[in-house]
């Protein structure tokens, strides 16, 4: 390096203006590798929820308000019987504590198994003693549900002039159909040759895709508790076979879904083995939609994430089509037949992850956007009529959302461009007119939070069975999700209902199809 005299003023200006650009590429490289570390700590130590408590909230009580510090300065006394639950100081005896609602009452149509209690003084003398009433404590148990075996028992008659002639009588009997014998008809069954009932088709399926129980798990179960052991085989098999038959439910699902003017859309991974090296599995994705005003999920197994694995339907859907920002959604914009909505969770999400980089201005932000969920929930809880619902969105949210973006459009420029703060001003900047497409129309969601809770048993189930044999089984899969998903909507007990979907639908008339589908049952 030549001494300093040397160099000039210009050469001295301009490695100047070299080592402040390197500074601040440095800055933002390291502001993105603290944001990798802090999502990987995050992912493995903390948790997923997004709850955001402003620094300053007017709603939040002082920590030690004089009637909880007047609480949590007691002491509790032991309790002289083991397993009694302790009593503060100056609680009585037998008198409930003013600071606990009590207990919620038990549903009325839990059954009840009575027990009397009556003091062994009484039963030793009981003509000394004269009942003056009675109090009831109820508790809850439970009994293991057990496997059980249906003997159904087909009694056979004849005529009675049949027996006159014993030859006659021989020939019929040899054969069950003649005239001669009548014989009560074995009823219809889901599998006609297999030893599976509807109840327990409908178990084994919903212990799978909605208690996240895999099968050899289920297996397990019914040896301890029944003492009966069934090949793992023999119980996927009775699955595909249930799948196959419910398959024209599932192709009709899927006619109804996109048969709207609002549709939300996501995907989430799964893994499978198909065409896969000898242990190990590939991805595949999930595409679910989500027909806003029927209350319908379909979910579509495809083993890519590009445009082509799109559902066909998707490109010719007229009205909204809601998502989050993934460059497949964005390649829909010149459709004339579609008005893409982005989805304003996923944006305060990036603004959430960027609060160790920039907490002033992601607080900031996270307060914009919970001033718009506030405005929303008492929309819901309100139950107001479209009309207001658009008025209160025009004149409450909109001002918000004007001084939001203009928020934003003043720190864009204060912000290194590849920091996580930067990205995500740009990301919500960028998307803004899909962002508050929500308040021009009363029938749009702020968010697509509720399709993401529709992927929810998926995330769960995978960690269980961990991957599909195929793509047949994946597609299995995503009719069986689609289902109790929508069941949920429609809080319907999906083992109710596919007991009864699955003892009806053999005689079910295909162009009724649509009675047994979650959001026609029952009605």
Not at 88 to 115: C, D, I, S, W, Y
Not at 155 to 175: I, T
Not at 446 to 475: C, H, M, T, W
Request: proline letters at 6%; aromatic letters at 8%.
């Amino acid at each position: 390096m030549p001494p300093l005299d040397d160099i000039s003023k210009e050469e001295l200006y301009n490695e100047n203006i070299g080592l402040r650009e390197t500074n601040i590429e440095l800055k933002e490289k390291l502001a993105g590798l603290q944001f990798q570390v802090a999502q990987f700590n995050r992912l493995v130590f903390g948790q997923t929820r997004e709850r955001f408590v402003p620094t300053q909230s007017p709603q939040q009580a002082s920590l030690f308000t004089p009637h909880l510090a007047s609480q949590n300065n007691t002491e509790n006394t032991v309790s002289p019987v083991v397993g009694a639950a302790p009593k503060k100081k100056g609680q009585e005896a037998g008198k409930p504590n003013p600071n606990h609602n009590g207990r919620n009452q038990f549903p009325a149509h839990l059954p009840r198994m009575v027990e009397v209690l009556t003091p062994e003084i009484v039963v030793a003398n009981p003509t000394d003693f004269s009942k003056i009433g009675q109090e009831i404590t109820e508790t809850l148990d439970y009994t293991p549900a057990k496997l059980f075996v249906v003997q159904r028992v087909r009694e056979k008659y004849v005529f009675k002039e049949a027996v006159k002639n014993l030859e006659y009588l021989k020939e019929s009997l040899k054969e069950a159909h003649t005239e001669g014998v009548i014989i009560a008809p074995t009823p219809e069954r889901p599998l006609p040759k297999c030893i599976a009932e509807a109840g327990l088709l409908a178990q084994i399926l919903v212990d799978k895709f909605v208690d996240h129980l895999p099968v050899d798990r289920q297996i397990k179960r019914w040896k301890r508790e029944s003492g009966i052991d069934i090949k793992g085989s023999t119980v996927m098999g009775w699955g595909i076979d249930t799948a196959d038959l419910l398959m024209p439910m599932y192709k009709r699902l899927s006619e109804l879904v996109f048969d709207c003017s609002y549709l939300q859309v996501d995907e989430s991974t799964i893994q499978s083995l198909e065409n896969a090296p000898k242990g190990k599995s590939h991805r595949s994705y999930q595409w679910v939609y989500r027909n806003v005003e029927k209350g319908l999920i379909l979910f579509d197994y495809q083993r890519g994430r590009d445009t082509e694995c799109l559902h066909p339907k998707v490109k010719s859907h007229k009205g909204y089509l809601q998502s989050d920002g993934y460059k497949v959604y964005d390649a829909l914009a010149g459709l004339d037949n579609l008005i893409l909505v982005n989805c304003m969770a996923h944006a305060r999400r990036k603004f959430f992850e960027s609060q160790q980089n920039d907490p002033r201005r992601a607080e900031i932000v996270l307060g914009f956007i919970q001033q718009l969920y506030k405005i929303e929930e008492d929309l819901r809880t309100k139950a107001m009529d479209a009309s207001i619902v658009l008025e209160w969105r025009q004149e409450k949210s909109k001002p918000i959302l004007d001084q939001f973006k203009v928020w934003l459009e003043q720190e864009q420029i204060n912000t290194l461009p590849k920091s996580t703060i930067g990205l995500a001003i740009d990301y919500t900047l960028n998307r803004w007119d899909k962002l508050t497409v929500f308040i021009t129309d009363s029938t749009l969601e702020i968010d697509n939070n509720r399709i993401e809770n529709a992927i929810r048993p998926l995330a769960l189930g995978r960690k269980n069975y961990l991957f599909v044999g195929s793509d047949e089984g994946g597609q299995r899969a995503a009719m069986m999700y689609s289902f109790f998903a929508s069941c949920k909507i429609h809080n319907l007990n999906p083992l109710e209902w596919l007991t009864d979907v699955l003892r009806r639908i053999a005689n079910h008339p295909i162009n009724q199809i649509d009675e047994l589908l979650p959001h026609k049952w029952g009605q």
